[in-house]
């Protein structure tokens, strides 16, 4: 699994972007998804999460009502679309598979890829 987040970058508060997930490696069938954050200074913190397969979500109350992850299984790809983004929201997000448990987590440690990474900036 080799994953490639993208779709990062710098807006003013209120405005959107939706990032992207993609494995260049192998189907994502049957793994855990989650998109995580992590300020400067700070933990990485779980954001939200979707089961590949059924495609059940999980979101943290903190983005909840403002995100949205999704997949297309045609393209391999995962998404994360954030609207009425807030200066709170500036963070690396990263997105994650966990190979081993079907249902998202939304402990880090327990997932098994990561993606690189993509700089979302939120000015006031």
């Known amino acids: 699994v080799q994953l490639q987040a993208s779709g990062g970058g710098l807006v003013q508060t209120g405005g959107y972007l939706r990032l992207s997930c993609t494995d260049s490696?192998?189907?994502?069938?049957?793994?855990?998804m989650g998109w995580f954050r992590q300020a400067p200074g700070g933990e990485r913190k779980f954001v939200a999460g979707l089961q590949w397969t059924g495609g059940r979500t999980v979101y943290s109350d903190s983005v909840k009502g403002r995100f949205t992850i999704s997949r297309d299984t045609a393209k391999n790809t995962v998404y994360l679309q954030m609207t009425s983004l807030k200066p709170d929201d500036t963070a690396v997000y990263y997105c994650?598979?966990?190979?081993?448990?079907?249902?998202?987590?939304?402990?880090?440690?327990?997932?098994?890829?990561w993606g690189q990474g993509t700089q979302v900036t939120v000015s006031s």
């Open positions: 490696g192998r189907t994502l069938s049957n793994y855990a």
């Open positions: 994650a598979a966990d190979q081993y448990y079907s249902a998202p987590r939304t402990d880090p440690s327990v997932y098994d890829y």
